[in-house]
């Protein structure tokens, strides 16, 4: 068993948690590519057997949100199971869709994030204190689809490693939910746990390049085969992912190459 199976998470249960049931569920290793935290739900792409290997060229796609959230009050984790800090004024419908670009957040206590090499939320259910890091993130676009303050409901496209909860922050509120419809190509509603999408799908954004039988051998051993442009490359023959490399200087370099079925 190996390749893509796009899960659609609940609240409640880890990321982690999901790709234990998957692990039993396949018998064979199982990893996933972009950690929800628990209390959100939504698409969680999982990775089975040699295409753990792939996780790296999925976990950096961009992510798309559904969020609620509750103006007017801050709270230690930015969702309703945090204590209230602040009061603050109701943040105008302006002012969100003002809200785009680069921007620093914090990342919120109660996240998926490790500390030395530890999940915060686990931290935080001890009660552990921790200074929490900043991100630089990128919000590519804010949609306001409900503004019934102090509600709003917002789908947001974001950059990788965003945490809705600390954008909910920002605007001075707290999140309600939070679910992830999209992940780079990839939609919630094409979620199935008994469907396996083979290796070359789960890399469907990416630039491929056929493989000659001898071209197959070269890759398999580590070398260079020609190619044009830069960048990472899909490498298959057969319909089979063989490979992914990085292209330059008139060559494309075999990174990380998948066994022979």
Known sequence: MNGLVLVDKPPGPSSFDVVKRLRARYGVKAGHAGTLDPQASGLLLCLLGPST?????????????????????VTTTGDGEGEIIEETEVASRDAIEALEGEIELTVPQASAVKIAGEREYRLHRRGVAVEMPTRT?????????????????????????????????????????????????????????????????????????????????????????????????????????????????????????????
């Not at 559904?66 to 103006?71: F, G, H, P, Q, Y």
């Open 53 to 73: 290997r792939l996780a790296r060229y999925l976990v950096g796609l961009d992510k798309r949100y559904l969020t609620e959230i509750r103006l007017g009050l």
């Open 137 to 261: 993130s990128t919000i590519h676009s804010v949609e306001v689809r409900r503004y019934e303050p102090p509600l709003v409901e917002l789908e947001l496209d974001v950059s990788s490693g965003t945490y809705v909860r600390a954008i909910a922050t920002a605007l001075g509120g707290h999140c309600r939910t939070i679910r992830r419809i999209s992940v780079g190509p990839f939609q919630v509603e094409d979620a199935d746990e008994e469907r396996v999408l083979a290796p070359l799908a789960a890399l469907v954004f990416l630039r491929e390049r056929e493989l000659s039988d001898e071209e197959v051998g070269l890759v398999r051993t580590g070398r260079a085969v020609p190619g044009v442009g830069d960048g990472t490359v899909a490498l298959w023959a057969d319909e089979e992912l063989v490979a992914v490399g990085q292209a330059g200087t008139g060559m494309i370099r075999p990174e990380t190459v998948l066994p022979a079925t």
